[in-house]
């Protein structure tokens, strides 16, 4: 994976990034945007156009953003993605990291 979804997208979710992905991996959660980390292409339009800066390449992550590069990857565990997110829509769970966060 090179591009990841952090803390800052958590109950803001602009989705202006799902618009711009030539791949269709990101993935619309309850409280946040997943990248999916099989589908991604490393192109970075998703990362241009996020107003919170909440998309960073995976290299770039420090602090507590790094337990991001785990979530995108968990939140995708157990589920049958078989449409990328623009076509399948919310999905109503978040990888427990982020179902656990304090509400913003």
Avoid: W
Avoid at 10 to 39: H, T, W
Avoid at 50 to 61: G, N, S, V
């Amino acid at each position: 994976m090179a591009f990841v979804v952090t803390q800052a997208c958590v109950d803001v979710k602009d989705k202006s990034c799902i618009q711009v992905c030539p791949a269709d991996c990101l993935f619309e959660g309850e409280r946040m945007m997943y990248i999916n980390p099989d589908l991604c292409i490393n192109c970075g339009a998703c990362e241009a156009v996020c107003p919170t800066q909440a998309i960073r390449y995976d290299d770039e992550l420090d602090g507590d953003d790094e337990v991001f590069l785990d979530v995108n990857a968990q939140f995708f565990e157990g589920l049958d993605i078989s449409k990328g997110g623009r076509k399948l829509g919310k999905i109503e769970h978040d990888a427990d990291f982020v179902a656990q966060l304090p509400a913003g």
